[in-house]
């Protein structure tokens, strides 16, 4: 049987909608889902099916006006974190009556009920200090919403819940990776969604469990901060991470097409090996030594610089020093295109001295495409100036990368 497991994280949850849309056009069947506080709402959407419901709650929900004014259009994670902070010193946590309301008219009873996905949360008893370890045939109908919002009581951040006396408070004091309670009930291939936020995460206690991890491939932001274009971003990284981990898109921080970064490598890839041996000189045993020595060039030389991991590496390190947004499927002409036109237009600055880049660089005075773009105009120099690109590439070797890779398509 094969699980969907969701980790708990706050607003980092809209990654799990967009892992839920390439799950549906990949067209992969889940027979159980058990999720850890947002991982247990979002869970729940996807046993009852509501996939446009749960996408509109993700991407039209005003999340701040469900716990309190003051956090209205709030992206500053500083501010937010100060806001928390009051609330939790005034108070057991912000009350979360508008999210409570939220969630029992998202969720359909018949439908969830009804559904053939089987179901499994996790909360933690404040009161008895005891995990809450529950699946569908054991939560009553009238109870399924106060459990999940029991799972998402962020405590001391958020108010606990009181069920029948007792006090509630988030999964993640227990298990945010929910994946022992999915393989309780049945579950024998796993795919299991990491949020990379705050909990206890407890080892898989069972070692024939088939577990593929979907993690994110970038920063998701902070769980406090419920920004809309962060939400619709994480959703759209979600849903890459996805395919390039089922094998349907390339790349590792971005996302290509499937295949292009190989037709890139077929086109590049020889010019790129000979122009990095050409622009650094490696013509001595020092030198090879000198490079050796690190790590980014350690597999590069190995490989006798014909290497695609490297190549591939160098413009996705170059698109993030140009910040190009990295939640696009990109056509690889289209992303070279985009690199070459940003690259031009940063501007064209005298060529620093040697000597003053690498006081720049003990400094960190310097934005990175500054070193990128004299790196480039060194490489644009006769062959007298190869020793002082050696001395560039040892001091700033993601940057010297991507400028060869801008001076091989270029």
């Given at each position: 049987m094969k699980a969907l497991v969701l980790a708990g994280g706050g607003a980092k949850g809209a990654y799990e909608m967009g892992v839920w849309k390439a799950l549906r056009r990949l067209k992969i069947k889940i027979d159980i889902v058990t999720g850890t506080s947002i991982g247990s709402l979002n869970g729940a959407l996807i046993v009852q099916n509501s996939y446009y419901k749960a996408m509109r709650l993700w991407l039209t929900t005003d999340f701040y006006k469900l716990f309190g004014s003051e956090l209205k259009n709030l992206t500053d994670v500083k501010k937010a974190l100060q806001i928390y902070s009051e609330n939790i010193l005034k108070r057991d946590g912000i009350d979360t009556y508008g999210y409570q309301d939220l969630v029992k008219k998202t969720i359909d009873l018949n439908k969830f009920y009804n559904s053939p996905i089987n179901y499994g949360l996790i909360?933690?008893?404040?009161?008895?200090?005891?995990?809450?370890?529950?699946?569908?045939?054991?939560?009553?109908?009238?109870?399924?919403?106060?459990?999940?919002?029991?799972?998402?009581?962020?405590?001391?951040?958020?108010?606990?819940?009181?069920?029948?006396?007792?006090?509630?408070?988030?999964?993640?004091?227990?298990?945010?990776?929910?994946?022992?309670?999915?393989?309780?009930?049945?579950?024998?291939?796993?795919?299991?969604?990491?949020?990379?936020?705050?909990?206890?995460?407890?080892?898989?206690?069972?070692?024939?469990?088939?577990?593929?991890?979907?993690?994110?491939?970038?920063?998701?932001?902070?769980?406090?901060?419920?920004?809309?274009?962060?939400?619709?971003?994480?959703?759209?990284?979600?849903?890459?991470?996805?395919?390039?981990?089922?094998?349907?898109?390339?790349?590792?921080?971005?996302?290509?097409?499937?295949?292009?970064?190989?037709?890139?490598?077929?086109?590049?890839?020889?010019?790129?090996?000979?122009?990095?041996?050409?622009?650094?000189?490696?013509?001595?045993?020092?030198?090879?030594?000198?490079?050796?020595?690190?790590?980014?060039?350690?597999?590069?030389?190995?490989?006798?610089?014909?290497?695609?991991?490297?190549?591939?590496?160098?413009?996705?390190?170059?698109?993030?020093?140009?910040?190009?947004?990295?939640?696009?499927?990109?056509?690889?002409?289209?992303?070279?295109?985009?690199?070459?036109?940003?690259?031009?237009?940063?501007?064209?600055?005298?060529l620093i001295d040697i000597e003053n880049l690498k006081n720049l660089h003990f400094n960190q005075t310097i934005n990175r495409r500054h070193i990128v773009k004299h790196i480039y105009n060194y490489m644009l120099k006769p062959v007298e100036y190869h020793k002082q690109l050696l001395e560039l590439s040892i001091l700033f070797p993601k940057e010297f990368m991507g400028a060869l890779y801008l001076y091989t398509i270029s």
């Open positions: 909360t933690y008893n404040f009161s008895t200090r005891k995990p809450c370890l529950l699946t569908k045939n054991k939560i009553k109908r009238d109870k399924l919403c106060d459990y999940i919002i029991a799972s998402t009581s962020c405590f001391p951040a958020l108010d606990m819940k009181e069920i029948d006396g007792d006090k509630y408070v988030d999964g993640g004091y227990y298990d945010n990776m929910p994946i022992n309670l999915a393989v309780d009930m049945g579950a024998t291939n796993v795919i299991a969604v990491d949020l990379e936020s705050v909990g206890i995460v407890r080892n898989v206690k069972d070692d024939n469990v088939e577990i593929t991890y979907i993690k994110p491939s970038c920063d998701l932001g902070n769980f406090l901060v419920f920004d809309q274009k962060l939400i619709k971003k994480n959703i759209a990284i979600g849903y890459n991470d996805t395919m390039k981990k089922f094998g349907k898109l390339d790349g590792d921080y971005y996302t290509f097409k499937k295949n292009h970064l190989n037709k890139n490598y077929q086109k590049y890839g020889e010019e790129f090996a000979y122009i990095a041996k050409r622009m650094i000189g490696i013509n001595t045993k020092k030198t090879l030594n000198k490079l050796t020595s690190i790590s980014f060039y350690r597999h590069l030389i190995k490989n006798n610089f014909n290497d695609r991991k490297t190549m591939n590496k160098s413009l996705e390190l170059l698109g993030e020093i140009f910040e190009v947004p990295n939640q696009k499927i990109y056509d690889i002409n289209m992303f070279n295109h985009i690199l070459k036109t940003d690259f031009a237009n940063f501007g064209n600055e005298e």
